[in-house]
């Protein structure tokens, strides 16, 4: 670029750089846009889609929800700090429940007036201390920071199999409802929560479901003792793992049984080394033979899929719920390391190659969803604040940023998967946080603590 054109590019910028841009309106998004309202710091917040809600609304281009699609986290452990899930959801919410839920968060809380709806984020670069955010070729903004909360739902992983297939192949990111599999033989490929799921769909609704599984799973049913699971993990006493796993496997044992029985492999894992497989339906139409558990694919054969062991089914759709790649289009690859397609980042939010560049909502876990973003997005604006209110204690974080690879496991050995690159275990996690809370002397999140930034009280529509 000429000294002449860069003076000219210069000029159409508009200068934000006081300010936070906040890339995505999903759960995530609401979250750090809530955290950086309540320390004060302004931020303009870019939203593709036509209203707030992400991947949970299915009128969302891209959306892989389908209709039977539920919470796998229960409502009294999974929502907004401050703003609890209503008694009238049911113990695992519909997906139109958790809609209803995250656009009366935005509302109690005034959030929508910042968001720009339809309005894609192009790219992002790095430009000294400060981000360039380019909306379109006459609109770039300057800012001081960027939080990318656009998820890792949005670019299907579909694998490939030699051979020819007469029927239809796809991946579940284009399956809605159940009537889809009448009349059909089905195949799902994957038994992460979405495949089974789905395969349970496939049970109700198929000529013949079967499910393809790489390996065997822990299957956990959603309640134990009446108490949805992981409420009773929560509540329940805080052993350490090496108690904790010998006591919820022997549970397991007696609530479950050998799954092997209904042609599930044994897991090539102990219990929490990837994560649980939790579905009671499965385990319902398992027991009844209304699904039938198949291993690897080899290859296709005209109308037939034949697996790893020999033997073959004659299906007429293969779906694979095969998971999705971790992806962030508008920002340059070499930000960040990757490893198995998940980006390094520091408590699995801090971008440690580049300054203030932040993910929120690129972790795994298996609990608390909504609650954990708020402790995170809490950690950055208090992070963001201490820039220019107590830049020693910033510059001090900024060093853990970079170094700090403190292990968030919990003791856990997960297996080697793209999927477990990025997992954490809940408890360690929470624990190092608030760890890190008290050393910086950052403020405790008690009841009340977002009262002060609170809108209006807004009860979401009851789905009916």
Partial sequence: MTEASATDAASTIQDRSDQVCIIGAGPAGLSIARALKRVGIPYEQFERHSDVGGLWDPANPGSPVY???????????????DFPMPKGFPDYPHNQDILAYTRAFAAAFGLRERIAFNTPVLSVEQDGDTWLVHLGE???????????????????????????FNGEIRHSVSYYDPEEFRGKRVLIVGAGNSGADIACDAAANADRAFISMRRGYHIIPKHIFGVPVDE??????????????????????????????????????????????????LLHYLQHGDIRV????????????VFRDGSRERIDLVLYATGYDMRLPYVPEDCFDWHHGRPDLYLRAFARKRHNLFALGFLETNSSAYTLFDRIAQLIANYLHDQTAAPERAAEFEQLIRDDRT???????????????????????????????????????????????????VEPELRT
Avoid at 69 to 81: E, L, N, P, Q
Avoid at 140 to 163: E, F, I, S
Avoid at 431 to 441: Q, S
Wanted: glycine share 8%; proline share 8%; net charge neutral.
């Fill in 232 to 281: 009773f993990a929560e509540k329940g006493p805080n052993l350490p793992m090496w108690l904790e796993r010998p006591v919820f496997s022997l549970l397991l044992r007696c609530v479950v049984g050998n799954t092997a029985r209904w042609g599930v492999p044994k897991p090539d894992h102990r219990l929490f080394e990837s994560h649980p497989l939790l579905n009671t339906q």
């Fill in 67 to 81: 209709r039977n699609a539920h919470f796998i986290s229960s409502r009294d452990t999974s929502g907004f700090f």
């Fill in 407 to 457: 292990p968030l496991n919990g003791g856990l050995h997960f297996i080697d998967s793209a999927r477990h690159e990025g997992y954490i275990e809940i408890h360690a996690y929470k624990a190092y946080i608030e760890k890190l809370r008290k050393r910086f002397g950052w403020p405790e999140m008690t009841p009340g603590f977002f009262a002060e930034v609170q809108h209006a009280a």
């Fill in 294 to 305: 198949k291993g690897d694919i080899e290859r296709f054969d005209g109308d037939d899929v």
């Fill in 138 to 164: 006459d609109d770039v903004r300057r800012y001081r920071a960027v939080v990318c909360c656009t998820g890792t739902n949005w670019h299907p992983n579909l694998p490939r199999h030699p051979g020819d």
